[in-house]
């Protein structure tokens, strides 16, 4: 809300920026939750030794990276040296993200959450939540936070990927405009 405030306020829409696009914004977004997911996996413990979660921090990373370099990209202007028009490569990135992150949600999500593949359905089941001795983040209030993090990143790369496919669909190309 703040970063539209002032977008309105100061008559960003006539600054030619990336970041100062609704894509640009979105974008900027999907980084930052990908950063506090980061701050979450700091606890080693909720994702060491199994093969699926690991898959989960290797999407984050990976669609971290992906969003950085789109940024970075239109940044120095290297957009025009891509095979492909900017929009059909955003186009591209976000639906790869789409499908990594939902891949990531499901995986996470079963093996976090259900008892079937050793998960926790219930904080009280968590002995570090119920010990409440440490003022932290229990494990289990980690692994939801994780959960709800990859499906708000989720709906944001899909936001994302709308706005490029309508990008492409009516034919603009280059900067994105404020539609």
């Given at each position: ?66 969003a ?7 940044r ?10 900017f ?84 034919g ?8």
């Amino acid at each position: 809300m703040e970063v539209a405030c002032v977008w309105e306020c100061y008559k960003l829409k006539e600054i030619p920026c990336f970041v100062h696009t609704m894509p640009g914004l979105l974008k900027v977004l999907e980084t930052f939750v990908a950063c506090v997911i980061f701050a979450f996996l700091s606890n080693t413990s909720l994702y060491i030794d199994q093969p699926a979660l690991e898959w989960c921090v290797a999407v984050y990373s990976i669609c971290f990276i992906l969003a950085a370099v789109a940024m970075l990209m239109d940044r120095e202007e290297w957009e025009n040296r891509l095979p492909i028009s900017f929009p059909v490569f955003h186009l591209g990135l976000n639906l790869l993200s789409i499908l990594l992150h939902f891949t990531a949600l499901v995986l996470w999500l079963l093996y976090q959450f259900d008892e079937k593949y050793g998960g926790q359905p219930q904080q009280s089941s968590d002995v570090n939540c119920i010990d409440r001795t440490t003022h932290g983040m229990c494990a289990w209030e980690q692994r939801l936070a994780v959960a709800v993090l990859t499906a708000a990143n989720l709906l944001t790369y899909m936001a994302d990927l709308g706005y490029w496919a309508h990008q492409v669909s009516v034919g603009t190309g280059g900067q994105p405009t404020d539609s």
